[in-house]
């Protein structure tokens, strides 16, 4: 075997064992909330050792910098895709707000509450910081696409247009539990803030 093969292959098992420690880690989050998620359940329900553990994730909460990153470029992802097809600003401010709330779902509120304390925490209080997320900027490019074209009045602010959109989004998910709840307040988000947008 090559130097060169034999690396190769040392670096896919590495990838597969933290494959292995995130998925069982995300469990854990989605059961006990990352606080009180048990790192010896994670290492046996992934087959290593504590000391693999730490190495690949120095901490918890590096588990969730990688999940939210992950979740991110995903959700970037589709939404590029709807991009793609004929649209308008609101079925576009719609999408995102189904994409959120798919995530929602998908990891349950406990781990999606966590990940939404990650994305708003004080260390990402500058503008610089959000503007970093792909989600975020295909929906300020979004905005400012509404704006040149006349839809939209000429002094929006794009970037804050966004950033109110989502905090909206993660407000409403915070504050509801039922569907119907929900469904009718992000329906009246989405119109509520197209209807403050738009040329008067």
Known sequence: MTAQVASSSREARRLLTRERILGAA???????????????????????????????FPTKGHI??????????????????????????ASALAEVAGLVMGLQQQL??????????LHFSPSRSQPDEWADHP??????????RSRRE???????DAFYSAMFFLLGIYGVLSATDGVEDRDSMIEKLVASTVRGLEVR
């Not at 406990?110 to 990940?115: D, H, I, V």
């Not at 989600?135 to 490019?141: A, E, G, K, T, Y």
């Not at 006349?150 to 929006?156: A, I, M, R, Y």
């Open 26 to 56: 995300i469990a854990e989050f989605k059961h006990a909330g990352m606080a009180g998620a048990d790192v010896g359940a994670i290492v046996a329900a992934a087959g290593v050792a504590h000391g693999t553990f730490y190495f690949h």
């Open 64 to 89: 969730l910098l990688e999940l939210e990153t992950r979740e991110e470029r995903h959700l970037a992802a589709d939404f590029a895709r709807f991009l793609d097809g004929p649209h308008d600003l």
């Open 108 to 117: 349950g509120r406990t781990l999606f509450k966590e990940l939404l304390a």
């Open 135 to 144: 989600l975020i900027l295909q929906l300020i490019r979004e905005i400012e």
């Open 150 to 156: 006349g839809e939209l009045h000429p002094e929006v």
